[in-house]
């Protein structure tokens, strides 16, 4: 069984790269389950539903978001309307929409995913850890899902790699996203747990975190903004994971990254 996921989509770029890849991706690996982080994919603030059924068109299975799940004000609806659309599961319950769903894939298996948001240098939210366990002592590998799948949309790489270890045996793959660069510990934790601290974004990496350079280095600088950050608009680089999930047990056989275009070096996993 083979999952993927990718993100942060960042604005226009990256959207039109990972439109672009995720269908050829999908068959050339046969994915079963496909998870996008799209909160950057409004001009760097939030998703649409537009965005959002062009995704689920071209392959993703479900849409996480984090921080910036609700700064397209007039799309907040969406969220309680499409349940692959998902917010992180620890913010406030009167939050709109949902921050899990569990998805029954072309080959009749459950897959549960889990969206958390960390705590440390973060906007306000509840204890991720204390709310993902809830999650997973109702629904579970070997008690309704034959694979588990966490985002953990956070800052602090310590707080990433404690939820990792935290999740180890629980879950079939744990990913960080909300930096934007991915890192280089892909990995299977000593529990079976596929793990990577950040996927890396689909967007320009000619840039500052997918922004144009201008108005960061106008910030850092001088200190005083000077106008709307606005995404880079380069060639996009497609970033992601893509794991091998034992379809009994549900933990990760195998762990891949995936770069594809743009300006960073290039991985493209071969499974054959």
Do not use: W
Not at 85 to 104: C, D, K, Q, S, T
Not at 166 to 178: E, I, K, M, N
Not at 197 to 204: K, N
Request: glycine content about 10%; aromatic content about 6%.
């Amino acid at each position: 069984m083979r999952l993927a996921a990718f993100g942060d989509v960042m604005g226009r770029a990256g959207r039109r790269a990972l439109l672009d890849q995720l269908p050829r991706l999908r068959r050339a690996y046969e994915l079963e389950f496909v998870v996008v982080n799209a909160e950057n994919a409004a001009g760097g603030f939030g998703v649409t539903q537009r965005i959002c059924e062009a995704l689920f068109e071209a392959g993703a299975d479900v849409i996480t978001t984090g921080n910036h799940a609700f700064d397209q004000r007039e799309e907040i609806d969406y969220y309680n309307r499409e349940p692959r659309l998902l917010r992180p599961v620890n913010y406030a319950a009167a939050a709109p929409g949902r921050g899990v769903g569990i998805f029954r894939t072309t080959n009749g298996r459950n897959v549960f995913v889990v969206h958390a948001q960390g705590q440390r240098n973060m906007p306000p939210c509840d204890d991720p850890c204390a709310a993902v366990d809830r999650e997973l002592q109702k629904l579970g590998l070997g008690h309704g899902a034959d694979a588990v799948i966490v985002d953990f949309h956070a800052e602090a790489t310590s707080e990433k790699c404690s939820m990792g270890h935290h999740l180890d045996g629980r879950a079939s793959l744990v990913f960080g996203t909300h930096t934007h660069i991915p890192t280089a510990d892909d990995q299977i934790l000593p529990k079976g747990t596929a793990y990577v601290t950040d996927l890396g974004m689909c967007g320009d990496y000619d840039s500052v975190i997918g922004m144009d350079k201008a108005e960061p280095l106008q910030r850092f600088v001088t200190k005083i903004p000077s106008g709307r950050m606005e995404p880079a608009s380069g060639a996009a680089t497609v970033c992601g994971v893509i794991v091998e999930v034992d379809p009994d047990a549900g933990l990760a056989r195998r762990i891949e990254p995936v770069r594809l275009g743009g300006r960073l070096r290039e991985a493209r996993p071969d499974f054959s």
